[in-house]
């Protein structure tokens, strides 16, 4: 399909971990991000990874990459209040060398 | 990374108005470009704001209702003309800059803007 699909919704309790997922589009994009929108806040860049590496790993952020499936997968290990937000998928397509943006994964961290 | 600014941040405007929505970066960009986050969606891309040229706007976006200005490579504009309730969304600045390790995009915090 043409969209970059994300399930909408995850409960966690803090101190557990979240795994968020992203089905992107074209197995061609060359890099693959997460952001992260804070209520009533602008995109903040979380992580990226290349479309060459399987894993990156960055403090508390893993990210997970199945390019065969198409699968990008988010780990936010010790999940705290302060993750509590939208989380966006993007996939850089070289068609148009354009962002394509999922429809977000809302995630609410309970104390 | 850069550190974008948006005026307004948020507005509450009546139908049939024009709002101008500014976009500052603290340093020279190669690309910038304007979003649109409807209330619980995702972005959607307006158009590419190019220096000393005509913006390139995405299909389902035009000019007339979207006027786009890049006057130099740390600021734009968009304005939302003629406006109605639909128009009721987020708009983002973002700014790219070419040739590093992943052309990676920064945002801007969003100017909401409401449609009575």
């Known amino acids: 399909g043409e969209d970059v699909e994300q399930s909408l919704f995850l409960s966690v309790r803090e101190g557990d971990s979240s795994v968020i997922n992203c089905t992107y589009t074209?197995?061609?994009?060359?890099?693959l991000y997460w952001y992260k929108q804070e209520p009533g806040a602008g995109l903040q860049l979380l992580t990226y990874i290349f479309s060459n590496m399987d894993m990156k790993q960055d403090q508390r952020l893993t990210v997970l990459l199945n390019k065969k499936d198409k699968h990008l997968s988010l780990r936010i290990a010790d999940t705290q209040t302060g993750d509590s937000a939208i989380y966006f998928c993007a996939e850089r397509r070289p068609r148009d060398n354009r962002l394509a943006f999922g429809k977000g994964n809302q995630v609410v961290v309970i104390p | 990374s850069a550190v974008i600014s948006q005026k307004p941040s948020r507005d509450i405007c009546q139908r049939g108005t024009s709002l101008t929505i500014q976009c500052q970066v603290d340093s020279q960009v190669t690309m910038m470009f304007w979003y649109r986050q409807q209330p619980g969606q995702s972005l959607t891309l307006i158009a590419t704001a190019n220096q000393g040229s005509e913006a390139t706007y995405e299909s389902g976006f035009v000019i007339d209702k979207f006027p786009i200005s890049r006057p130099n490579l740390t600021f734009s504009t968009l304005t939302v003309s003629n406006m109605s309730p639909e128009d009721s969304s987020i708009y983002l600045c973002?700014?790219?800059?070419?040739?590093?390790?992943?052309?990676?995009?920064?945002f801007g915090p969003g100017t909401r803007l409401t449609v009575l």
């Open positions: 074209d197995s061609s994009s060359t890099y």
């Open positions: 973002s700014v790219e800059r070419a040739g590093g390790p992943s052309d990676t995009q920064y």
